[in-house]
């Protein structure tokens, strides 16, 4: 099976733009899960998608958002750009159903850069 | 929510030495452990992962301990070689009141391995 992909790979963006990241999963994988990779803050999750609706969110303000489309794919919305938003954001897919938490795999990443 | 702590925060050890990374967590309801190793420009990859109902688990040269009691659980490689060198990220996986699972992340650990 083809792994997690992730574009774009790399985007450079100005301070007060928005940005929108895609996600596409393992084939057959329901969930699709967000995490900011910073050096500061490490890894920190996002928000989760199944089946198209937010399962669960992270501790980010509003203008983080994102949707699941019904084949899966995922894309994330960074609205109103600030430079701390500086980070490689990654995905990550699991077969996941909702009685116990599955193992994840993750894409290569986009590294958003904002001047 | 959950908070894990990973040490140490660099670990170097001479090829053919063992490695041992701990983690600890503070949630009791967490109940999924996995070990990521993250190269330099690489995605994390999930290594090795264990379930609060199985203490220890092995695969190959890599180990995982859990002790739920004390609420720590610990990465053991050995026989190191230099393409173990990386970072190695914990994670524990807790509940949510909506039956799903969110992860929290330790900090990594920059293991080098010198030939």
């Known amino acids: 099976k083809a792994g997690v992909t992730q574009t774009p790979r790399y985007l450079i963006k100005t301070r007060g733009q928005q940005v929108t990241l895609s996600c596409s999963p393992i084939?057959?994988?329901?969930?699709v899960s967000w995490y900011q990779q910073t050096p500061g803050q490490g890894l920190q999750f996002l928000f989760e998608?199944?089946?198209?609706?937010?399962?669960n969110k992270g501790n980010f303000p509003g203008r983080f958002s994102g949707r699941q489309f019904s084949n899966s794919r995922s894309e994330m919305n960074v609205s109103t750009l600030e430079l701390g938003d500086s980070a490689l954001y990654l995905c990550?897919?699991?077969?996941?159903?909702?009685?116990?938490?599955?193992?994840?795999?993750f894409g290569p990443g986009t590294r958003l850069t904002v001047t | 929510g959950e908070n894990v702590e990973q040490h140490p925060s660099t670990l170097s050890v001479q090829e053919g030495d063992s490695a041992v990374i701990k983690c600890t967590y503070s949630?009791?309801?967490?109940?999924?452990f996995p070990w990521y190793k993250q190269e330099l420009g690489k995605r994390p990859q999930l290594i090795i992962d264990i379930r609060s109902n199985v203490g220890e688990k092995k695969d190959q040269r890599i180990a995982v301990t859990l002790n739920k009691t004390a609420k720590h659980f610990s990465l053991h490689i050995t026989e190191t070689q230099p393409e173990d060198s990386a970072v190695y990220f914990c994670a524990a996986h807790y509940p949510t009141s909506g039956g799903s699972y969110i992860p929290t992340f330790g900090r990594g650990t920059s293991l080098i391995v010198h030939p």
């Open positions: 990550a897919s699991s077969p996941t159903g909702t009685s116990a938490p599955y193992e994840q795999y």
């Open positions: 949630d009791s309801a967490s109940n999924y």
């Open positions: 998608y199944f089946s198209e609706t937010q399962r």
């Open positions: 084939s057959g994988h329901r969930s």
